[in-house]
């Protein structure tokens, strides 16, 4: 028995596999061996035993969209802080978007970003790379560099601004189609929203906030899926909020076109009511918008037009929040709260299985980032073969949001004292435990957890 082993294996006896059967799933060496019913599986000398009975077990979380603002914003979050974040949500890999100070538009600052991710040994951090130099929206980044470099870039985004110019847009669809990439479009058309601080409608007009309308999203996806049908490449649509940008989606699917979009889980519960305490926990971009609009990406997620939840973790420093509305940062906290919010809005309203939430939350976003495979494939089934990613979790549980028992360093959580269902009990990345009993265990030989800026 080596080191190694303990580390990296583990016995997970009686979890519900996907929500089935009660089953015992062993990892050793960080690549699942066996599955078997209950009961029936021993662990070899040396080797961790997880019991599991009455818990669920998924495949490792894997989210699309994540803010970790290193570089620059390091008083908000680090790839540390915010990938300990996202090991308790239960992820195993999330992507790092590009705006950060500088923006990850070279192929030495996403090898950076990546870098940091493997040293922190939290989950596995596949950067973003920007379409536009400095996220100006002029320049096309240098795409292919990104691509080939050490961080393999496949997703390209200008996330937190709109790639508005449709010549560029054009061209980045073109360009990304060389190595099987993707751009995921933060879809807004800025004429529109100048200066808008929610959602358009009634609320918007009652307490007196400009307006931002849901055609400023619908028009920027139209576009899109035309200019996407045009170069016959592959278009990922960010944060989808509006039932018409669901419908959009829907008909684009039904021709037959690589359309594939995302909702946050703010966008699955909360709506434009939330800002009427003018609080600025719930100002987030896109807003918030109507019942009608949250019962339509519920509906949209349920039916496959929307292929995955991806959090849109996006931490601020408190300067930055604790303000007024006007004042205040678009953005919430996600990664720890990302598995509740699914399971109150989807499974416990009877319209998803956990095998669903697997492919939601794991496989699809595995996938359309294409890091199914390869050396360190995430998204996988758990059956024997594949690698030991999972989070196992407790639908029972029910826990009121703290952000100060948080793992991610800013508190701009939208469900701070809200009490939610479900709570991760443990996750393993390649079969060592980076969450064992709700808590964070640091990796062997990781850099301490800097003091957090509070
Ligand atoms: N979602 C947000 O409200 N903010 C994001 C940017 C973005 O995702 O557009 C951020 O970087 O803070
Ligand atoms: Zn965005
Ligand atoms: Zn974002």
Known sequence: MTATRTESSVLVVGAQVLGGEPQDVLVLDGTITDVAPAGTLTAPDGVRVVEAHGLVLLPGLVDLHTHLREPGREDAETVLTGTRAAALGGFTAVHAMANTTPVADTAGVVEQVWRLGRDAGWVDVHPVGAVSVGLAGEQLAELGAMASSAAQVRVFSDDGKCVHDPVLMRRALEYVKAFDGVVAQHAQEPRLTEGAQMHEGVVSAEIGLRGWPAVAE?????????????????????????????ELVRRAKARG??????????????????????????????????????????????DGTIDIVATDHAPHAREDKDCEWDAAAF?????????????????????????????????????????????????????PGEPGNLVLLDPSARTVVDP?????????????????????????????????????????????????VR
């Not at 035309?226 to 940008?245: F, K």
């Not at 697997?358 to 996938?367: H, I």
Request: net charge negative; charged share 25%; hydrophobic share 40%.
């Open 331 to 383: 953005g919430m906290t996600g990664l720890e709260t990302a598995l509740s919010v699914v399971q109150a809005t989807m499974v416990d309203t009877g319209r998803m299985t956990w095998a669903d939430v697997a492919r939601v939350m794991s496989t699809n976003p595995a996938r359309i980032g294409r890091i199914d495979e390869g050396e360190l494939p995430q998204g996988r089934p758990v059956a």
């Open 404 to 452: 100060r028992q948080q793992g991610t360093t800013s508190d701009n959580s939208p469900f701070r004292g809200t009490e939610l269902p479900g709570r991760v009990v443990a996750t393993f990345l390649r079969g060592r435990a980076t969450v064992l009993d709700g808590a964070a265990v640091a990796p062997a030989g990781s850099p301490a957890p800097r003091e957090d």
């Open 257 to 302: 076109l690589r359309v594939t979009a995302e909702v946050t889980p703010h966008h699955l519960i909360l709506t434009d009511e939330n800002a009427r305490g003018y609080d600025p926990l719930f100002k987030v971009n896109p807003p918030l918008r109507t019942e009608a609009d949250v019962e339509a990406v519920r509906a949209g997620l349920e």
């Open 218 to 246: 619908e028009a920027i996806i139209a576009r899109d899926i035309l200019l996407a049908e045009h170069v016959g490449s592959r278009l990922h649509v960010c944060h989808l909020s509006t039932a018409g940008s669901v």
